[in-house]
């Protein structure tokens, strides 16, 4: 894989990662986003996965479904006091195979859960 294609992977990771986000914020399923987004619920369950490299026409259907704007899916949704532990998080699951990332989200989202 060149450079070049790893960033690409890499940004499409971080946009499937800022849907997801807004997506449960507003409490909403991935069909009913896609439905609402006026998109196939296959092809956004594949977005955001980070399987498919959206649009610029995709994000923004994507972003009116959430009533955001779209530049919110391109940057990142926490505050600036979280940047430190967003990089070092990035950096953690930088060494997690690809395909084990999601697992290791899922333990985090449940372990902040836990923690409440």
Known sequence: ????????????A???ARIRYYR?????????????????????????????CPTVDTLYKIASALDIAP????????GKDMLPYGQRAAELL??????????VMGLLEAMAEMLK
Do not use: W
């Open 1 to 12: 894989m060149s450079s070049a294609d790893g960033k690409k992977q890499e940004i499409t």
């Open 94 to 103: 930088s060494r997690v195979p690809p395909s084990k990332r999601e697992a």
């Open 14 to 16: 971080a946009v499937a």
């Open 71 to 78: 530049a919110n899916l391109l940057r990142s949704p926490v």
């Open 24 to 52: 449960k914020k507003h409490a909403m399923s991935q069909e009913a986003l896609a439905l609402n987004a006026n998109l196939n619920p296959a092809y956004f369950g594949q977005v955001e996965r980070g399987l498919k």
